[in-house]
């Protein structure tokens, strides 16, 4: 088998480690040969507070994952999470040399270069420059001008950026593991790689990523990103607020919200009872069903009305044609997609990930969305660069992380 075939996609998530070791296929699809993954430690609403901890729960993962897929691990394709990853779109405007008349490569790098050219926050640098359109002499949404002739070029891009010493933590931890990073991928970005089709990209879709400590989300429309973003809320805080309303310990908080709990209020629970058993440390009682999906609706409500109006900033909702796909662990929650309809009033699925083989048990489970997408993405970019610019292309993405290449 080439090197160049397998990736391996890392999440390094608020509640858990993923690894993904996958053989990407010719016709895009991927095929998973194995899965690593451990409880997360020193991670704090997707990023890291405890240096080591974290390097050593990667460790752990990325052993697993070796272990599992017969593999050695040298290097990853990461996602990245966190609040302080924020998005804009702007247009680069870029007029043609009078010494030639077509566009090459080089024009298409230059508009994007004058869409850069902005001003971020000064601990900021950019994490991605995504195209959404092409216009050429006022000829609007061009998919590919290279080699067309014209004397003015534009382009519209979606452009992320975030925190640089954030990001760079995240890449001196797999440093001191010896492992090279490919490339950084927001982790909606990744996830709508296997949650989304071609189809629904182009009808305009939703994605929503609910993890353990953030809720990341990604618009398309007309087969573009248009808006993306992240908040500081996930699971872990549903957990907390039963923990402390039903005065519970953390550990059985999380249990009772996954076995019992549900994002829906129903006339049929009110007089339910729900029975703890004693523990290591926990004297067992009675809990009333109907304060548990109290805490549960709440929370969740804020969190899809605090969602709903951040992307009401960047589209319209009936632009939505394909309604909203919702992954991540968090998305098994009971009642949760019924919730978010009723805030969104759109159609809203948990889709089974696409053109994926290896072991149903992990493209079933909506918690290693992210780490798959990575996968895909990675094969997705191997198929679309020459193997041989592949590596310079890497380094102008990802740019001044990387002081050693």
């Known amino acids: 088998m080439r090197r160049e075939q397998l990736f391996v996609g890392l999440e390094i998530g608020t509640t858990k480690i993923c690894v993904i070791v996958a053989e990407g296929l010719p016709d895009g699809s991927i095929h998973i040969l194995g899965v ?225 709990g549900s994002a829906l209020l129903t006339a049929s629970m009110n007089e339910q009872k729900i029975h703890l058993k004693n523990d290591t440390l926990f004297s067992g009682c009675e809990i009333d069903r109907k304060a548990l999906n109290l805490i549960i609706h709440a929370r969740v409500n804020e969190l899809m009305q605090l969602l709903r109006r951040e992307v009401e900033r960047g589209c319209h909702l009936d632009l939505l044609g394909a309604g909203i796909m919702l992954t991540g662990g968090c998305s098994k929650l009971r009642g949760i997609k019924k919730l978010t309809e009723e805030v969104f009033q759109l159609p809203v699925s948990v889709p089974l990930l696409s053109n994926i083989s290896g072991p149903t048990s992990t493209f079933e489970n909506p918690e290693f969305s992210t780490a798959i997408g990575l996968t895909k993405y990675a094969n997705a970019v191997y198929t679309a660069i020459p193997h041989e610019n592949f590596f310079s292309k890497i380094t102008d993405v990802l740019g001044g992380f990387f002081g050693r290449r």
Not at 152 to 163: K, N, P, Q, S, T
Not at 176 to 185: A, C, G, M, Q, W
Not at 193 to 215: H, M, N, S
Request: glycine share 8%.
């Open 36 to 260: 690593g993954d451990t409880p997360s430690r020193g991670i704090r609403k997707g990023e890291i507070i405890d240096f080591a901890s974290v390097t050593e729960c990667v460790r752990e993962a990325i052993i697993d994952a070796e272990e599992k897929s017969n593999v050695e691990i040298r290097s990853v394709w990461v996602a990245l999470s966190g609040g302080h990853l924020q998005s804009f779109n702007n247009r680069g405007i870029w007029i043609l040399p009078d010494d030639h008349d077509a566009i090459t490569q080089e024009d298409l790098r230059m508009v994007e270069i004058n869409a850069k050219e902005v001003t971020l926050p000064s601990a900021n640098a950019f994490l991605h420059t995504i195209i959404q359109n092409y216009h050429v002499d006022g000829n609007r949404n061009v998919i590919d001008p290279e080699g067309m002739i014209a004397s003015r070029l534009e382009a519209d891009f979606h452009i992320v950026h975030g925190v640089k010493n954030r990001i760079q933590n995240t890449l001196r931890c797999l440093e001191s593991l010896k492992l090279d990073v490919e490339d950084i991928v927001m982790n909606s970005l990744a996830s709508a790689q296997v949650v989304l089709t071609q189809q629904q990209k182009d009808l305009g879709a939703l994605v929503i990523d609910i993890g353990g400590g953030t809720t990341d989300f990604l618009i398309y429309i007309d087969g573009a990103v248009r808006h993306s973003g992240v908040l500081a809320l996930g699971g872990d805080h549903i957990t907390n607020d039963i923990s402390i309303g039903l005065r519970l310990p953390i550990a059985r908080s999380e249990l009772l919200k996954i076995e019992e």
